[in-house]
C-alpha cells in the first residue's frame, strides 16, 4: 500500500483540520469507521448466505448428473430408467424451491443473487465495482449476465440450459445425455461463482480489517493529541498506525475513502 492510499481515507476525514478541533474530528472519523464496519458485516452476511445457498444448489446439480449419467446409457432397463427419472424430478423440485426462495431476497429492486444485486450490495458499503480497481476486477469473475441470477438459465424453460425447468426428463438415452450436457456446463458455471464467493470472502474480510484498523487509529491518536498537533502530522500518524495494524489487508487500501465517503453520505449517519 503507499502512504496515500490509506491517507485519502484520513484526509477526507481531516480536511479543514485547522478550523476545527482535531480531537472532536478525530472521535468522529472513529464513530464513522465504526458505520463502515456495520455496513461491511453486513455485506459479509450476504456474501455467505449466497455461498452456503450456492453449495447447496452445487449439490444437488452433483447428485443430478450422477443420475442422468447412468440413464443415458443404452442398455438400462425401463424400470431404473423411471426410477432414476422420479428421483431426478425430485431433486429437480428441490432445486426450485430453494432458487425461488432465495429470489426473494433483494437488494433494492434487484434479487441478491444477480450481478446486479451485488453490485448494490458492495456499493452500499463503498466497495463499488465502478470505482475500486480490486473490486471491479473480483467481479469479473462472475459467470451471469447483470441481470441473470446464479440459476436463472437452469430453471427458466425457454434458456438452452433449463436443466431443472421442469420440461426435461431422463426417460430416454437421448433426453438423458440432453440434461447430463445441461447439468455439466451449469457444474461449469456454479464451479466459477463458487470460486467469485471465496475471493468476495477473502476481500470482505481484508475491507473489515482495513476499517477496523482505521477506526482504532482515529481513536488512539485523538487521545494523544498535544496541543500543537497539526493536521499534516496527524494523518502522517494515522497513516503509520493503519499501515501497522492491517498488514494483511493493504492491498485493499484504494477503498479506504470509498468507504468512508459511503458511510459519511448513508442517509441513517446524520443522527449518529
Avoid: C, H
Avoid at 503507499?2 to 484526509?11: E, I, L, M, W
Avoid at 451471469?144 to 441470477?149: P, S
Avoid at 440450459?161 to 433426453?175: M, N, P, V
Avoid at 466459477?192 to 477496523?212: G, I, K, P, Y
Wanted: aromatic share 6%; glycine share 8%; charged share 25%.
Amino acid at each position: 500500500m503507499s502512504q496515500g492510499g490509506s491517507r485519502g481515507g484520513a484526509s477526507s476525514i481531516l480536511s479543514g483540520g485547522d478550523q476545527v478541533n482535531l480531537s472532536d474530528t478525530l472521535r468522529f472519523g472513529a464513530r464513522n469507521f465504526g458505520r463502515v464496519v456495520q455496513q461491511i458485516n453486513g455485506v459479509a452476511e450476504s456474501v455467505n448466505l449466497i455461498g452456503s445457498t450456492l453449495e447447496g444448489l452445487s449439490g444437488l446439480v452433483s447428485e443430478a448428473q450422477e443420475l442422468a449419467e447412468e440413464a443415458s446409457r443404452p442398455s438400462l432397463s425401463s424400470s431404473r430408467r423411471r426410477s432414476l427419472d422420479r428421483l431426478f424430478q425430485e431433486v429437480a423440485s428441490q432445486f426450485r424451491a430453494i432458487s425461488d426462495a432465495s429470489s426473494e431476497n433483494k437488494i433494492g429492486d434487484n434479487e441478491l443473487f444477480s450481478e446486479a444485486g451485488l453490485t448494490e450490495l458492495f456499493q452500499f458499503s463503498g466497495l463499488d465495482p465502478e470505482e475500486s480497481r480490486g473490486i471491479g476486477e473480483l467481479f469479473e469473475q462472475l459467470a451471469l449476465d447483470f441481470d441473470e441470477t446464479f440459476w436463472s438459465d437452469a430453471v427458466d424453460s425457454s434458456d438452452p440450459i433449463a436443466a431443472f425447468g421442469g420440461s426435461l426428463d431422463l426417460r430416454s438415452s437421448r433426453s438423458s445425455k440432453t440434461v447430463l450436457e445441461q447439468l455439466n456446463e451449469l457444474s461449469d458455471r456454479f464451479e466459477q461463482n463458487l470460486s467469485f464467493v471465496e475471493q468476495a470472502r477473502e476481500v470482505v474480510t481484508d475491507n473489515l480489517e482495513l476499517a477496523r484498523a482505521a477506526g482504532f487509529a482515529f481513536l488512539e491518536v485523538s487521545e494523544q493529541l498535544t496541543d500543537g498537533s497539526e493536521a499534516d502530522q496527524v494523518a502522517q500518524d494515522l497513516v503509520k498506525r493503519i499501515r501497522s495494524s492491517a498488514r494483511q489487508a493493504l492491498s485493499q487500501a484504494e477503498n479506504l475513502e470509498l468507504m468512508t465517503i459511503a458511510a459519511l453520505t448513508d442517509d441513517d449517519s446524520s443522527g449518529s
